[in-house]
């Protein structure tokens, strides 16, 4: 991801690289969606035989990248003109007394604990709120949030795309309505007890989510120069990893206990937390960053 995000802003100026992201975003909430009908596939012909299944498939198209990705004209010509290159320690020493930088890696890290819950605990809290199957809540949950977010990952990209071309603030205001939207849907989401809330609190969340994730390397290309951005995204990444394994785990220990539903809907709190601190320190001046 951070490598092909990378490779995809190169490409494309400020006038269509949110919604190029955010195209390429929606294959994960394609994906996604298919995984909601894992356990009917593994169940027919093992779990064994549907990871060889994909993985035979990630391989072949593996192959097919390698003979088709190429860098864009200008970064490969830059390469060709400078001959130093940036030693890894530098590149993360420059990265992280970038203030916008931590806040921007807060910024992901923080929402990331609502969309790995989402992602984990959705389909349990479908059951428990709505008394039905897992096999029935599984495909529900996953279809509501990865349709929205399709939805929302290509308007949010049209949006920022449009706004950031008249306020240079437009991608990180586009990324904050998004991000507001999750916050009333994680607490319908853990309280509600009706279908039309729980599918309804599911699509905001996704589309709010989707606008949000298809502006965030758009909006690190404001504050980080593209030789750095492949860095700094993986170290978002993983952030954003150990923040999922975390409230992963912190919502099993609920759920045994009881309280799933209330721990989930406190993730508002925090991410209400972190939204009023990045509308209020990054105030980007450049749509991007020079080379």
Known sequence: ???????????????????????????????????????????NYSWQHTFIFFGFIGIIY???LLFTLFETSARTKQEEQVSEKVPLVKGLSILFSNIAFWVILLYFAVPSLPGWATQNWLPTLFAENLHIPMEQAGPLST??????????????????????????KGRVYTSAIGLSLTIPAVILIGYGSSIFAIVAAGLMFGFGFGMFDANNMPILCQFVAAKYRATAYGIMNMVGVFAGAYITKYLGASADAGSLGSDFAMLAVIVFVVLIIQLTVLKPKKNEVPV
């Open 143 to 168: 279809i509501t949030i990865a349709f929205s977010s399709f939805l929302g990952v290509l308007f949010g990209g049209i949006l920022s795309d449009r706004w950031v071309q008249k306020n240079s």
């Open 1 to 43: 991801i951070p490598a092909g995000l990378s490779l995809i802003a190169d490409y494309h100026s400020d006038k269509t690289r949110s919604l190029a992201i955010g195209i390429h975003m929606t294959g994960l909430y394609f994906g996604q969606a298919l995984g909601g009908f894992g356990a009917i596939v593994a169940a």
């Open 62 to 64: 593996a192959v097919v």
